[in-house]
């Protein structure tokens, strides 16, 4: 009877402490993922700090620097700065950061790391731009024919036109109505997206979505070739894609006709320059956090940049 007794004495502390292990073991937990629930909040918060500062400063060489076919030089060689007769000596600086959108590893100060881009606007195509003749180019690269890029062309001139009047192959109030969309906004794009309100577009757009990442607003029909991006460029000359990434990742830039036909003989002369407009996106990033800002330039005028978030 004793033994009995003991060996259930023995089975019920074995028991407990079973379930003192348990529990601590569930509170260690706990305590673990709070302990790495707070980590990650200090870690977001030093993210957010460091992205908003990285922005501040790209957005203030954005309004001070000078402009080279290279991007945006960051005033760190002197000899970049000096003028003869108010021009200025040499075409590029050498220390400028890229304005194509590549992405650039900040220089770490933590564990996480950050990186930013910068793209000129006017290395995308422009959607606002009255010949749409990058955009048609751009769609006959992506397959169709010269009559489907024409085509999709006058229904955003005619969703943008002030007139009701429809161009061949296009569509004014009326074709809206009788499709049950709303009608058309007959105002120069303010987003990208906007174009899911074109009609036929969102079936175009499904196939090619790539376009609404590589679009601007602008109205210029001229692209910069220094800013194009080498994934935008591989669509538009995929010949000579490799060579210009190579040429920019060794700081050789384009900033001559000859240089631009040296590397790509079919650019068509008069519709590309070299230099950013003065329409910036900028964006940093961490794991934790990103942030983009559209930056506008302004000549003469304070502020000296236009931000919106």
């Keep these: 009877m004793k033994n009995n007794q003991q060996g259930a004495a023995l089975i019920t502390v074995i028991i407990v402490v079973l379930l003192l292990s348990l529990l601590i073991t569930s509170a260690q937990k706990l305590l673990n993922n709070r302990i790495d629930i707070a980590s990650d909040s200090k870690q977001q918060l030093l993210d957010k700090a460091r992205v908003q500062s990285t922005l501040a400063e790209l957005s203030y060489l954005i309004a001070t620097q000078r402009l080279t076919p290279a991007g945006i030089a960051t005033g760190q ?65 992506r397959g169709l024919s010269d009559f489907d890029a024409n085509k999709y062309s006058n229904l955003l001139h005619d969703y943008a036109d002030e007139d009701d009047w ?30 899911l309100n074109v009609m036929e577009w969102p079936e175009l757009l499904d196939d090619n979505p790539y376009l609404l990442d590589n679009c601007s607003l602008l109205r210029v029909p001229t692209l910069n070739v220094n800013a194009v991006p080498v994934s935008l ?32 003989p079919s650019v068509s002369s008069g519709y590309y320059s070299f230099y950013a407009s003065g329409y910036f996106t900028v964006e940093a990033r961490t794991p934790f956090y990103s942030k983009t800002l559209r930056v506008k330039r302004q000549q003469r005028e304070l502020p000296p940049i236009e931000v919106r978030h």
């Excluded at 296009?170 to 074709?175: I, K, M, S, V, Y």
């Design 77 to 141: 060689h002197p000899d970049g700065l000096m003028r003869i007769d108010e021009n200025w000596a040499s075409i590029l600086t050498h220390d400028e950061i890229r304005v194509d959108g590549e992405y650039i590893k900040a220089q770490a100060q933590s564990s996480s790391p950050l990186e930013y881009a910068i793209q000129a606007e006017n290395g995308l195509l422009p959607i606002n731009d009255a010949s749409h003749y990058w955009l048609k180019q751009w769609l006959v690269k």
């Design 233 to 264: 460029w591989r669509v538009l000359w995929p010949d000579s894609a490799d060579t210009i990434a190579q040429q920019r990742q060794q700081g050789h830039w384009l900033y001559s006709d000859s240089h631009v036909i040296g590397v790509e």
């Design 166 to 195: 429809a161009l061949p192959s296009g569509a004014e109030n009326l074709t809206y109505r009788h499709a049950n969309l709303p009608p058309p906004s007959n105002f120069l794009l303010q987003s990208c997206g906007e174009l």
